[in-house]
Nanobody, 124 residues
């Protein structure tokens, strides 16, 4: 069992940066692939970024590629999402998720564990 707690959300102006963190409990964090998803009001949850258990492979949605960076520190059982050049359309609740297996997951159905989410609001 893995429990996930996100932090780092907030209000930022367009062009600014935020760093989200997701702290995991459980002894098997290092064996889980991790991902970030987001959900804006009235929209479906969408994939943002993912990373394998080793950190050796990453994947990004086209809308955030070049602006967002996912990383992890297995010693701290934490995954991060560095978000730069933020745009108003990045406004959403951001969720951290964990999955078993070694393959990158880009669909929410592939994830076994979810955090409660953290709000990111980008003003224009």
């Amino acid at each position: 069992q893995v429990q996930l707690v996100e932090s780092g959300g907030g209000l930022v102006q367009a062009g600014g940066s935020l760093r989200l963190s997701c702290a995991a409990s459980g002894r098997t964090f290092s064996s889980y692939g991790m991902g970030w998803f987001r959900q804006a009001p009235g929209k479906e949850r969408e994939f943002v970024a993912a990373i394998t258990w080793s950190g050796g492979s990453t994947a990004y949605a086209n809308s955030v590629k070049g602006r967002f960076t996912i990383s992890r520190d297995n010693a701290k059982s934490t995954v991060y999402l560095q978000m730069n050049s933020l745009k108003p359309e990045d406004t959403a609740v951001y969720y951290c998720a964990g999955r078993r297996g070694s393959v990158i997951g880009v669909r929410s159905i592939e994830y076994d564990y979810w955090g409660q989410g953290t709000q990111v609001t980008v003003s224009s």
